[in-house]
């Protein structure tokens, strides 16, 4: 199986900006769409946004749209999140995951996930 690592996260100010990556281990990285999800303390965990296997295609929750912007380069196996105008609502641990087929919008669709990386971003 996939094995998934994040990193990038950290403490930003309002406003700011931060860019995540995901490392994917193996050769079948574009085999997968790739997702996006965050977990805040007490809340279930969220859709960010997801992209196909060949970054065609791209979904974004509301919350997000038009700050946030996800990419991938399958020669390095990796996905980026880039995160700008930042606000203290997208505090979070931020979760790479990875589906073969089609990007969903459900965390149970995916199988394969990081281990999170915090972001926090302060007022």
């Known amino acids: 199986q996939a094995q998934l690592v994040e990193s990038g996260g950290g403490l930003v100010q309002a406003g700011g900006s931060l860019r995540l990556s995901c490392a994917v281990s193996?050769?079948?990285?574009?085999?997968?769409?790739m997702g996006w999800f965050r977990q805040a303390p007490g809340k279930e965990r969220e859709f960010v946004v997801a992209?196909?296997?060949?970054?065609?295609?791209?979904y974004y929750a509301d919350s997000v749209k038009g700050r946030f912007t996800i990419s991938r380069d399958n020669a390095k196996n990796t996905v980026y999140l880039q995160m700008n105008s930042l606000k203290p609502e997208d505090t979070a641990v931020y979760y790479c995951?990875?589906?073969?087929?089609?990007?969903?919008?459900?965390?149970?669709?995916?199988?394969?996930w990081g281990q999170g990386t915090q972001v926090t971003v302060s007022s």
């Open positions: 995951a990875a589906r073969r087929g089609v990007p969903r919008g459900v965390a149970k669709e995916y199988d394969f």
């Open positions: 992209i196909s296997r060949s970054g065609d295609s791209t």
């Open positions: 193996g050769r079948t990285f574009s085999n997968y769409a």
